[in-house]
């Protein structure tokens, strides 16, 4: 039988959720094929990327954000 791979197992691989069987299956495939290859390089350098892109607002706005709530909900 012929296994194929998508770029969804691609995503499951890197979350642990493949057999270790299948995950050497995909990373010989990944070697062999340029777009599955490229489509796990792309996931790499974005979970390198992803603590840049997320902003931590700090404690003052989460605070006046809080009291915003509180003065919605007493609205209510």
Avoid: Y
């Avoid at 792309?42 to 709530?69: A, C, D, F, S």
């Amino acid at each position: 039988m012929i296994q194929t791979f998508t770029p969804n197992d691609v995503l499951k691989n890197q979350s642990g959720e493949l057999s270790r069987e299948e995950s050497v299956l995909l990373q010989t495939l990944m070697s062999e094929q340029s777009e599955l290859g490229e489509f796990a390089q792309t996931l790499e350098l974005l979970e390198e990327q992803m603590p840049k892109l997320i902003h931590n607002p700090g404690e003052p706005l989460v605070q006046r954000i809080m009291v915003n709530l509180r003065l919605e909900a007493l609205k209510s």
